[in-house]
């Protein structure tokens, strides 16, 4: 009796804009729920684009392991890999995209020794033999690869460029660092660190410790003699 009844309008307008107030923070949750599938949805693509790179750099690298760069066609890799070859030009428009690619898998499955360690030895010969002795096994380890890429680089300009930005680049920085007076000694740390170098002792029957002594002997002592 003491307060009056609210006005039947009142009633009606508060009624309505609860409506529109419901209806607001619905349209938000719907607004956000769309927006974290779109994200999801997007997410998903992305694993599955990056899965289908995964499996075409993994099939290239084994077919540079079998028979080799030179050899390895678009429509084997694309078989291994289950896509069309549509797919692997898609995921790799440039030849040099996908021999990158390739070289990722392969040290992703024989990541290099670590050389450091040997650096902490003074003497010029025992600091190259212990690097040898780290990087000979890993020629042994990877020589159908390792010599496959080497043999076809000059047939393929892409491969080439690569390992000179990569594996020649690293090598030459190793022989300055084992032979920091350059020259003569430099080109004969060059030589022992070479692949092909590795690949003729190991032919001649040498193991790699023997074979790494092998070459520390030969390079201090020809670089004494200089």
Not at 79 to 103: K, S
């Amino acid at each position: 009796p003491w307060a009056p009844l609210r006005p039947r309008a009142d009633r009606h307008t508060f009624g309505v804009h609860g409506v529109q107030r419901r209806w607001s923070r619905t349209q938000r949750s719907l607004n956000t729920m769309s927006g974290e599938m779109r994200t999801y949805r997007k997410a998903a693509r992305a694993a599955a684009q990056a899965e289908t790179r995964r499996r075409i750099a993994a099939a290239t690298a084994d077919l540079h392991d079998e028979v080799g760069p030179a050899r390895t066609t678009v429509a084997e890799i694309a078989r291994r890999a289950g896509v069309q070859r549509a797919t692997v030009y898609a995921n790799f428009p440039e030849d040099a995209d996908l021999v990158r690619a390739a070289q990722a898998q392969f040290l992703e499955r024989h990541p290099p020794p670590d050389l450091l360690p040997p650096f902490a030895l003074s003497d010029p010969r025992q600091r190259l033999e212990a690097v040898l002795r780290l990087l000979y096994p890993w020629y042994r380890r990877t020589r159908s690869t390792s010599g496959n890429v080497r043999r076809a680089r000059a047939a393929m300009p892409a491969l080439d460029a690569l390992l000179r930005e990569s594996v020649d680049a690293r090598m030459a920085e190793l022989a300055a660092a084992l032979a920091p007076e350059g020259g003569e000694n430099r080109a004969l740390a060059a030589v022992a660190l070479d692949f092909w170098t590795w690949s003729r002792l190991a032919e001649e029957g040498l193991e790699d410790d023997a074979a790494a002594a092998l070459m520390a002997r030969a390079a201090t002592c020809a670089a004494a003699s200089a």
